[in-house]
């Protein structure tokens, strides 16, 4: 079993930048791929983007393409979201998953087995 912990959120004007964390523990040799996803207040929990853990391959949803970077450090267990030029709708709180299965072939928003917490990320006017 993977434990997920996300950190790095808080509050940026629009326009700025955060960088969030997530740092896995537990089984993560069974890591194949982390994604990043968010949840903003009254809307269903959308895909951001992924990482493969072996090859470090990354998938961005169009929203983000551009602005968005995800990155990995496979010796400290961790994946990055960079996040730049912040718009007020990039509020929510975000949350990285991993996929542990040996072998995956469907959607890049799909098929993720174990959850961070979550953190809060709000972008001011």
């Known amino acids: 079993q993977v434990q997920l912990a996300e950190s790095g959120g808080g509050l940026v004007q629009a326009g700025g930048s955060l960088r969030l964390s997530c740092a896995a523990s537990?089984?993560?040799?069974?890591?194949?791929?982390m994604g990043w996803f968010r949840q903003a207040p009254g809307k269903e929990r959308e895909f951001v983007g992924r990482?493969?853990?072996?090859?470090?391959?990354?998938y961005y949803e169009n929203s983000v393409k551009g602005r968005f970077t995800i990155a990995r450090d496979n010796a400290k267990n961790t994946v990055y979201l960079q996040m730049n030029s912040l718009k007020p709708e990039n509020t929510a709180v975000y949350y990285c998953?991993?996929?542990?299965?040996?072998?995956?072939?469907?959607?890049?928003?799909?098929?993720?087995?174990?959850w961070g917490q979550g953190t809060q990320v709000t972008v001011s006017p």
């Open positions: 998953a991993v996929d542990t299965k040996a072998s995956y072939s469907g959607a890049a928003g799909a098929g993720y087995d174990y």
């Open positions: 537990g089984g993560t040799f069974s890591i194949n791929r």
């Open positions: 990482i493969r853990w072996s090859g470090g391959a990354t």
